[in-house]
């Protein structure tokens, strides 16, 4: 990595965790507070802190990133700070819809189409042989990486991790720069995480994936952003049916990977 995805990177890790060692020593409020999976309590000021940090690493990669961090990070606190619970997953978001229910997380499901579409069309901007129906695919990839991002954040690092994993080989080429800006911020972002002290949230979450999907549009022509969107829309209609974590803790390697970091219990 070198030049401007390495300057990304850089200030993305130090934004993230300057910004988390800031919003916890200044922000009180019980609402930012959530019960972990272990039953302990949590900050979700990791989330703004994620996309303080990714957006100042994206914006050296130009506005795309930086609009699908800021606005899906900020339909995800949406969801942090105003969401009830009561409908889960997309079958539940939809399925309130047809009754006549508009929750957040319809709310949000709708704003991440929207950032994901102004996002690709930011990145598509001056790009040849790009058509409308390529940057309609790219933005449901933004989209879809979001909502997926979001699907994973149920244990320590695990949102994270997948972020730095999706990452890696996309820091090469057009769209280096948002892709080390989102495992740059991970990077800062893990400590805190890995310890059982902070939680990306639907903020971070949300930013993360979007920010990697932003990344996958600015190097992908249509092909890639096909098998991208079909990959990401299998992952959601499976987790619908299965768990990701008992399917994580009953694959040896995928659960040492996923313990990795985190202190003994």
Known sequence: M???????????????AGAHWVLTRTVRSPRWVRTNHAGEPVTLLEGPAYVTGAALGA???GPAGVVATVGSGAFG?????????SSKGLRGHLGAA?????????VKVLGLGATGLLAATL????????SVLDTLVGGAVVAGAANLANLLDLRPGRALKATLLASLP???GP???????????ALGALPPDLAGRAMLGDTGANAAGALVGTAVVG??????????????TALTLLSEKVSFTRVIESTPGLRALDAWGRPAR
Do not use: K, M, Q
Request: proline content about 1%.
């Open 98 to 106: 047809a009754r006549g229910e508009v929750t957040t997380g319809a």
């Open 77 to 85: 606190a949406l969801d942090d700070l105003a969401g009830t619970g």
């Open 123 to 130: 990145a598509d901007r001056g790009r040849a042989r790009s």
């Open 2 to 16: 070198s030049g401007r995805p390495l300057v990304a990177a850089v200030l993305a890790g130090i934004g993230a």
């Open 219 to 232: 190097r992908a022509g249509r092909g890639g952003r096909l098998a991208t969107l079909a990959v990401l």
């Open 170 to 172: 996309l820091l090469g």
């Open 175 to 185: 769209g280096a720069a948002n892709a080390a800006a989102a495992a740059g911020a």
């Open 59 to 61: 914006a050296w990669g």
